[in-house]
């Protein structure tokens, strides 16, 4: 990898990092304005129907190149341009292109690949109406905002901004420029809680109380991606921060339960700890000489973080994050209410008088082939319409097609997307809030409320047929 690329990386791994929000910088300072004369409230949001979707993307390593190959399969979309700091990676993609559009839907994908900032050149020349970014995280936030400025739509890789600055000019740019700017949490459109979504809405566990997310995942391999791949960048993050800096894949689903930032309840406040950093420096001495740069670097980020939330309204939601014990995977996906409870990991379910054709009270969980009769009568229609389909396609399960499936659907139908600037914003805050907690002894953060009081005018997420 040549010194250009090495100074990229260098300097994007560790935007953000430790100094995004220090704890003796009050909190005032982000809690919000009045909305600027004549921006555009983007809650329900509805830009013109598209009768094709030009897509562009930049970053197309990991996660990207899934993104490009589901999206070049989609009905209605067009693959314009790819920017990649490396060029194999860029025409692995638009050969993928040319093959699922069997040689004619995606047949001119130009490559932007010359440097650091050619995606700047591409958003200039090709003129995309949808941008999807999944680059190192500290891009996000400048590459989101360049292309909205530059007329397009932009679905951006989570978390979708690392500072509460870059997060109110997100909201800012999204509401001057009248367009889309929506963090791609692709686990709201798995199976379980697409179900469980449903099941809220139409009161099966009665009113809502409390939350469990979480995203534990032990990923201490990507460490051995040293020059190159997702551990290349990421391992800086976890040396030098320390809070919960992956929140949304857990928090997503479980704030849509409780309409979170939509009709009555919002986000208050975060309480954050952090356990002892032990980890990431054995896996280091462990797996690489004493003289790597994997065994300078001082890792202060704790192997677990727990956080506490408090919303509006009293609710509670515990969110968790560990990419470092070795345990098996999790999200909890718990959601409690006044008649009953819906868990993960695995599905399991309990309802006061018990779950039909399972169990007869609420002291056993209905799990397994027990719940037949619970997804027989509570399957999301859009996975019953979509679900199939998506299990073919993959991407985690088929979660990865839903969503991007939906993002076109919406944007040729000129509907609101699912997921908006403001759910995004509000979910990434967990990150620098929790920094600023850890760093605090655990103080209470309150969260800016980034919809500036328009969220009590935003409808529910609607159950999509």
Known sequence: ????RRNFLKKTSLVGAGIALAPNISQANFLGTDRPYSAQ?????????????????????????????????IEGTEVVAI??????????????????????????????????????KMLKEEKPDAVIIATPWGLHAPMAIAAMNAGSHAFVEVPLALTLQEMWDIVDTSEKTKKHCMMMENVNYGRDELLYLNMCRKGVIGELLHGEAAYI?????????????TGSWRTPHYAHRDGNLYPTHGLGPVAQYMNI????????????FSSPAKGRKLYAEKNFP?????????????DINTSIIKSTLGRTIMVQWDET???????????????????????????????????EDHHHWAEGEGLAKIYEKYEHPLYKRVGELARKMGGHGGMDFIMLFRIVECLRNGEPLDQNVYE????????????????????????????RGAYKTTAPLGIIS
């Open 325 to 359: 014990s070795p345990r098996p995977y999790t999200r909890h996906n718990m959601i409690q209410g006044t008649k009953g409870t819906l868990a993960g990991f695995p599905t399991r379910i309990a309802l006061e008088g018990g779950v039909e054709g399972a169990t």
């Open 261 to 272: 930032a939509r009709t009555e309840d919002n986000f208050k406040f975060i309480n954050s």
């Open 290 to 302: 004493a003289d790597h740069k994997w065994n300078k670097l001082d890792y202060k980020g704790g």
């Open 83 to 120: 920017s990649d700091l490396y060029e194999d990676l860029a025409k692995k993609s638009a050969n993928v292109c040319k093959e699922v559009g069997k040689g004619q839907r995606h047949k001119k994908v130009k490559l932007y690949t010359d440097g650091e900032n050619d995606w700047k």
């Open 424 to 451: 995004g914003c509000l979910w990434s805050a967990v990150s620098p809030l929790s920094e600023a907690s850890v760093a605090a002894n655990g103080a209470p953060q309150e969260f800016p409320d980034f919809t």
């Open 1 to 4: 990898m040549n010194s250009n």
């Open 217 to 229: 995942h032990e990923l201490r391999f990507q460490m051995n991606e040293v020059d190159r791949g």
């Open 41 to 73: 409230y983007m809650g329900g949001f509805a830009a013109p129907k598209l009768d094709k979707v030009r897509f562009a993307f930049i970053g197309v390593g990991a996660r990207g190149s899934g993104h490009v190959s589901q999206i070049a399969a």
